[in-house]
């Protein structure tokens, strides 16, 4: 993000404006100079560089007064928000409208409740539930006690979510009807007893939290007692993130970083207080749990929220609700481009969506198939320090920097081994800007404002890992945020791939490491070696595992054990049976020629599987192969 002065961005506005104006008269100067496609071209040059400034303008406007040891937190931000609106409708969730009032009383029943267990300052209560109307006002009230949150993945099971439960270091677990059975299952591999309170039906050892709530004022509790020497930089919550190796990391959210996240997309979306916001994507994360809220509820608009996606349910939702925006990761928007022609798709009232993951081609699909208003493309990390938006729409590009205020922000691209998965140094030690068109990783400089701090993880040693030194001078830190990246001569940021044996598929993180550790625990795999593979137009890529096994090995049962132990997102789509798998010389396991072969039965003789949807594991055949790759199975 950029670091400028309140008068830069206004000087800049009013000569681009001037100089728009000058070529729209027909006998200026430059009529006479320039040739009509040049001053068509510069014309529009011009009207890209004021759009792009608009919006950039209009972000820091909201962010730049967000200071570490600043008093005032992310839950002031939305008590001034509730102040202003309180009347107004805040949150609708499966035919339930509550508003900013209801959610201020809900929230502040959550925030007593937390006192009266004894929780003080820097405490955690762990959040593991779906989307619902109270997600929000469970960490909102929360966080005015100076009590953090941390917001667990609600399709984890098993070893993964033991592990994320542990290291909350919460003492009480919020859950739901969906969710308590997922932690019933694992409270016995917990290193500390975790209290569960469910919203629902209980039994056994659980609590009523329902029942517990009746009794907890609607009133906020006194601000100067309960919120007493925090500042902004003390923690508000933790939300996970799968890194390029291991179990997911706890990224330390503090509440200077979520105002930058909810205050910077007020800003960004240009979010008004007529705004209908829809958001399907989990509030777990940030896209959907800070950024999306963020945009409504500190604009006076309100949020239409849903469990989850449904391609089928979209446009109905979109135009009964009379929705203006909608949030998206590039998955969800693939799914919708895919679907056949609804009599709806048209006759919304988006005037844009916004949101990261867009491919051109589907970007093409939003504007001139579904007539989106606009589409704003944005980059960020949850736990990082690098951010920028595509304020001025060039299709395909996350975001922008353009030459004349490239030295006001704190990211740069630098020139990367691919085979080491270092950055390249120079005779002189120091890392290699990559040049225009040349593939680098991202990365950014860290300082003490909100817009460059890295607050990092809740494990240290993690943090460290992040953390690239002596980059461009002796002492200098800056944060990894392990993507490949390009950037054009017209300051264009393009992604090209994440970097290590991470990859993406349905929007989620998936980290080959635990995958493979979860494989390895069925009967008679030997070996495991987990990684991507592209299928067709997909976004992202599918999970692919190679597996040394003994005996006969039952792929129904196997089948059976990878629904149990992994989340939907992180089962492998295809299976290949090796007898041995190929090692480095420092016995890391090779997987370049496994991803180029994929799942061709054409480029080797081991047998390969594929998870057909209707069938389980099946062998694949030259037909199966082309059948996948053409999108004739729905995956």
């Given at each position: 993000m950029a670091r400028l002065s309140g008068r830069v961005l206004p000087r800049t506005l009013i000569g681009l404006h001037c100089s728009t104006r000058r070529l729209d008269r027909s006998?200026?100067?430059?009529?006479?100079?320039?040739?009509?496609?040049?001053?068509?071209?510069?014309?529009?040059?011009?009207?890209?560089?004021?759009?792009?400034?608009?919006?950039?303008?209009?972000?820091?406007?909201?962010?730049?007064?967000?200071?570490?040891?600043?008093?005032?937190l992310i839950c002031d931000d939305l008590e001034a928000a509730v102040d202003k609106w309180g009347p107004r409708p805040a949150i609708t969730f499966e035919g339930k409208t509550i508003t900013y009032a209801d959610l201020d009383a809900m929230a502040n029943r959550y925030a007593h409740w937390a006192k009266g267990l004894g929780l003080t300052r820097g405490?955690?209560?762990?959040?593991?539930?779906?989307?619902?109307?109270?997600?929000?006002?469970?960490?909102?009230?929360?966080?005015?006690?100076?009590?953090?949150t941390a917001l667990i993945n609600n399709q984890l099971t098993g070893a993964a979510l033991a592990h994320c439960l542990?290291?909350?270091?919460?003492?009480?677990?919020?859950?739901d009807a969906e969710t308590s059975p997922?932690?019933?299952?694992?409270?016995?591999?917990?290193?500390?007893?975790?209290?569960?309170?469910?919203?629902?039906?209980?039994?056994?050892?659980?609590?009523?939290?329902?029942?517990?709530?009746?009794?907890?004022?609607?009133?906020?509790?006194?601000?100067?007692?309960?919120?007493?020497?925090?500042?902004?930089?003390?923690?508000?919550l933790y939300i996970y993130t799968s890194g390029t190796t291991g179990l997911p990391k706890a990224a330390r959210i503090t509440h200077m970083r979520a105002q930058l996240y909810m205050r910077g997309f007020a800003g960004?979306?240009?979010?008004?207080d007529t705004d209908r916001i829809y958001i399907t994507l989990p509030l777990y994360h940030a896209t959907g749990g800070l950024c999306a809220l963020g945009a409504a509820l500190l604009n006076g608009g309100s949020v239409v929220l849903r469990k989850k996606f449904s391609a089928t349910h979209f446009w109905p939702e979109i135009v009964a609700e009379q929705c203006t925006m909608f949030v998206y990761i590039g998955e969800l928007c693939r799914y919708?481009?895919?679907?056949?022609?609804?009599?709806?798709?048209?006759?919304?009232?988006?005037?844009?969506?916004?949101?990261?993951?867009?491919?051109?081609?589907?970007?093409?699909?939003?504007?001139?198939r579904f007539k989106v208003g606009d589409v704003l493309e944005f980059y960020g990390a949850t736990e990082g320090n690098v951010s920028f938006f595509n304020f001025d729409g060039k299709r395909g590009a996350i975001g922008r920097i353009p030459s004349y205020l490239r030295k006001k922000f704190n990211i740069r691209i630098v020139k990367f081994d691919v085979e080491t998965e270092t950055p390249i140094?120079?005779?002189?030690?120091?890392?290699?800007?990559?040049?225009?068109?040349?593939?680098?990783?991202?990365?950014?400089?860290?300082?003490?404002?909100?817009?460059?701090?890295?607050?990092?993880?809740?494990?240290?040693?993690?943090?460290?890992?992040k953390v690239l030194h002596d980059v461009f001078e002796k002492g200098d830190a800056w944060f990894r945020t392990g993507d490949l990246m390009k950037v054009d001569h017209d300051g264009y940021i393009y992604f090209i791939d994440r970097i290590g044996d991470t990859f993406r598929w349905k929007g989620e993180n998936v980290a080959t490491s635990e995958v493979a550790e979860r494989l390895a625990g069925f009967e008679g795999v030997l070996e495991v070696n987990v990684y991507g593979v592209k299928v067709g137009d997909l976004d992202g890529k599918a999970g692919m595992a190679s597996l040394v096994t003994e005996g006969d090995f039952d792929l129904e049962a196997f089948a059976k054990y990878v629904d149990e132990a992994l989340p939907s997102y992180a089962r492998p789509l295809f299976v290949r049976l090796q007898k041995a798998i190929e090692t480095t010389g420092t016995f890391k396991y090779r997987k370049i020629d496994l991803v180029n072969e994929g799942f061709d039965p054409s480029k080797t003789k081991d047998p390969l599987y594929f998870r057909d949807p209707a069938k389980g594991y099946v062998k694949i055949t030259k037909t199966i192969c082309a059948k996948i790759e053409g999108g004739g199975f729905r995956l």
């Open positions: 006998r200026g100067p430059l009529q006479w100079l320039l040739p009509r496609e040049r001053r068509m071209r510069l014309r529009q040059k011009i009207k890209r560089e004021i759009r792009f400034l608009k919006g950039l303008s209009r972000t820091l406007k909201r962010v730049k007064t967000i200071a570490p040891d600043s008093p005032n405490q955690t209560v762990a959040l593991f539930m779906p989307n619902r109307i109270e997600y929000l006002a469970i960490w909102y009230g929360l966080t005015k006690v100076g009590v953090a542990t290291i909350s270091q919460a003492m009480h677990c919020i859950v997922c932690f019933e299952d694992v409270k016995g591999q917990l290193e500390r007893h975790m209290q569960q309170w469910v919203l629902g039906p209980v039994h056994d050892d659980q609590r009523d939290l329902l029942k517990a709530l009746k009794s907890c004022s609607q009133l906020r509790p006194d601000r100067e007692t309960a919120r007493e020497g925090l500042t902004a930089s003390d923690t508000a960004s979306t240009g979010a008004k919708l481009a895919n679907q056949p022609e609804h009599e709806l798709e048209r006759a919304h009232k988006l005037r844009m969506i916004f949101g990261n993951g867009l491919r051109a081609d589907v970007w093409d699909d939003m504007l001139d140094r120079g005779p002189d030690g120091c890392c290699i800007e990559a040049g225009p068109e040349e593939v680098g990783e991202c990365i950014g400089h860290i300082g003490s404002d909100a817009r460059s701090n890295f607050t990092g993880y809740a494990d240290k040693a993690a943090t460290e890992k």
